[in-house]
Antibody, heavy 120, light 108 residues
Framework: EVQLVESGGGLVQPGGSLRLSCAVS????????MHWVRQATGKGLEWVSG???????HFAGSVKGRFTISRENAKNSLELQMNSLRVGDTAVYYC??????????????WGKGTTVTVSS | SYELTQPPSVSVSPGQTASITCSGD??????AAWYQQKPGQSPVLVIY???RRPSGIPERFSGSNSGNTATLTISGSQAPDEADYYC???????????FGTGTRVTVL
């Protein structure tokens, strides 16, 4: 069974840092692009970041320069390092498996999410 | 940055057809995907590459994309189809994923 399990969420003060992890199982992790998508309470989905199988990374403008994404294929693990956190970063963060390439990129399997709260 | 706009809500009677639109500049030159999200649950991919259905998604879900508009159609809507639906595309010019604003579908 394909599974994505996020962890690392919590309460952090503005300006602080947090590292999210996504443990995957049930598929060959190294063969898939991976993404992080977030959703503030009562709001829509927002794509945050993605990493290709080659290690190439992509970021939404709202997090560029503050967030980094990485993957460790040997451990079947995806991570999101979030620095200089803002109140507006408060959301549920989902890990998602990528499908397609280039213009066809989308996400076909999602985790249950981990909650990040940025507040003083 | 690229934007995708959806109507906030769509209502449909059981057994009827619901159409959800997603508008963006030259969206037809990109590929649209659609996700269903029920309250308290993670999103589920229901359409990818404009028209393709993942395994396990009912045939009543279909998609199209042309010009500036992509459309998700639910034929013979059922109560379990009540959910929020989001379109999504990849903006190659900025290498960013983009989600639509979301549409709440009510079956009543």
């Amino acid at each position: 069974e394909v599974q994505l399990v996020e962890s690392g969420g919590g309460l952090v003060q503005p300006g602080g840092s947090l590292r999210l992890s996504c443990a995957v199982s049930g598929f060959t992790f190294s063969s898939y692009d991976m993404h992080w998508v977030r959703q503030a309470t009562g709001k829509g989905l927002e794509w945050v970041s993605g990493i290709d199988t080659s290690g190439e990374t992509h970021f939404a403008g709202s997090v560029k320069g503050r967030f980094t994404i990485s993957r460790e294929n040997a451990k079947n693990s995806l991570e999101l390092q979030m620095n200089s956190l803002r109140v507006g970063d408060t959301a549920v963060y989902y890990c998602a498996r990528g499908k397609g390439s280039g213009r066809t990129r989308c996400m076909d399997v999602w985790g249950k999410g981990t909650t990040v709260t940025v507040s003083s | 940055s690229y934007e995708l706009t959806q109507p906030p809500s769509v209502s449909v009677s059981p057994g009827q057809t619901a159409s959800i639109t997603c508008s963006g500049d030259k969206l037809g030159d990109k590929f649209a995907a659609w996700y269903q999200q029920k309250p308290g649950q993670s999103p589920v991919l229901v359409i990818y590459q404009d028209t393709r259905r993942p395994s396990g998604i009912p045939e009543r879900f279909s998609g199209s994309n042309s010009g500036n508009t992509a459309t998700l159609t639910i034929s013979g809507s059922q109560a379990p189809d009540e959910a929020d639906y989001y379109c999504q595309a990849w903006d190659s010019s900025t290498a960013e994923g983009v989600f639509g604003t979301g549409t709440r579908v009510t079956v009543l």
